[in-house]
């Protein structure tokens, strides 16, 4: 009877001590990221398959400046929905490669908890989507005060072709940096120069489709300048702000 008491009181003392055993927020924090993750990519996975023929399509306005010719690029009552999925995947890998990158260097504390990460991401994504937006405004006033609605039409299938291709390429530095502990900086030049790049092809595609004359030099420069650096310059004073609030608020720690 004793020896039965005795057996009771150890697991009863050993349950006890596991019960009380608290799940980190750092390593709640990572979790969520990771099924974030493995839910866009398999979202992603589906789209693919149900709407190749929408991914074609997308590459191919991807690298041509000119209007399409080929039949087999048909497009259907699917490519808004799929375009806007894909554009929404770049936003989202974008915000979750800003949140990894703040904790790595510290702008977020390590001890986050759940629902102030879920916060934070929500917001760095926020102020990605009013900076896709405000672009697509800047595009199309642009677009149809100074040229006709073709080549308007032609340039935005580019620049959304752009970056909706992006985020297929972001998994990779996404997923380096939230999971591989070691060459994170490789990761974080590599998202750069995928940034860079789509930039370059973004420019590429404004000459291209724009520029007709040699004496319209200056006017691409300053066009160059208020579409695509002012925005930037606009975009990194918004998330200097975001950081600083988040120091210097009392809700979040």
């Not at 009380?20 to 927020?25: A, F, G, K, N, T």
């Not at 380096?176 to 030049?189: C, D, R, T």
């Not at 120069?193 to 291209?208: A, D, T």
């Amino acid at each position: 009877m004793n020896t039965l008491v005795r057996i009771q009181q150890t697991f009863s003392g050993a349950s006890d001590g596991y019960i009380r055993i608290r799940l980190s927020d750092g390593q709640f924090v990572n979790d969520g990221i990771f099924a974030l993750i493995l839910l866009l990519f398999v979202l992603f996975s589906i789209m693919y398959r149900r709407n190749f023929r929408l991914f074609l399509k997308t590459v191919h306005d991807f690298s041509y400046v000119k209007e399409r010719q080929s039949l087999f690029l048909h497009t259907s009552n699917n490519e808004p929905f799929f375009r806007n999925f894909l554009i929404f995947q770049t936003l989202a890998l974008s915000s979750l490669f800003l949140f990894s990158v703040s904790r790595l260097q510290g702008w977020i504390r390590p001890g986050i908890s759940g629902e102030t990460a879920l916060l934070v991401l929500c917001g760095l994504f926020l102020i990605l989507l009013v900076y896709y937006q405000f672009k697509q405004l800047l595009y199309f006033s642009t677009g149809m005060v100074f040229f006709n609605k073709s080549a308007y039409r032609l340039w935005k299938n580019g620049y959304n072709a752009v970056f909706a291709l992006l985020g297929v390429f972001l998994y990779l530095p996404v997923v380096w940096l939230s999971y591989l502990g070691s060459y994170q900086q490789v990761a974080i030049w590599l998202f750069i120069i995928l940034f860079i790049f789509s930039r370059f092809v973004i420019i590429y595609k404004i000459i291209r489709i724009f520029y007709r004359k040699g004496d319209n030099l200056l006017y691409m420069i300053l066009y160059l300048c208020n579409q695509e650096i002012l925005p930037l310059v606009f975009l990194y004073e918004v998330l200097v702000y975001l950081y600083n609030f988040i120091e210097t608020s009392t809700l979040w720690h």
